[in-house]
């Protein structure tokens, strides 16, 4: 069983950066894959971004590339979202997801965090 609570989210002006943080309680952390996910207000939720549980291999969204960045941190059971040159239609509820990167299959999700970009 793994539980995650994001946190990190807020208002902040388009261009602006904001971290996102999701801590994962229980000992198997280091053996999930995770991914953040985002919806939008009338939107599906879409993937944003994904790490293998080593951390050696990131995926992204065409649409955050060059923009956000996913990393790990094992030791601290804990998952970041870096959000840089933000835009307003980056605004949605961000999830982290705990899974299997490879089969895109995720058991575990966190509650999620608010994100809003104001242009």
């Known amino acids: 069983q793994v539980q995650l609570v994001e946190s990190g989210g807020g208002l902040v002006q388009a261009g602006g950066s904001l971290r996102l943080s999701c801590a994962a309680s229980?000992?198997?952390?280091?053996?999930?894959?995770m991914g953040w996910f985002r919806q939008a207000p009338g939107k599906e939720r879409e993937s944003v971004a994904a790490?293998?549980?080593?951390?050696?291999?990131?995926y992204y969204a065409d649409s955050v590339k060059g923009r956000f960045t996913i990393s790990r941190n094992n030791a601290k059971n804990t998952v970041y979202l870096q959000m840089n040159s933000l835009k307003p239609e980056d605004t949605a509820v961000y999830y982290c997801?705990?899974?299997?990167?490879?089969?895109?299959?995720?058991?575990?999700w966190g509650q999620g965090t608010q994100v809003t970009v104001s242009s």
């Open positions: 790490i293998s549980w080593s951390g050696g291999s990131t």
């Open positions: 997801a705990a899974g299997s990167v490879q089969t895109a299959s995720y058991d575990y």
């Open positions: 229980g000992r198997t952390f280091s053996t999930y894959g």
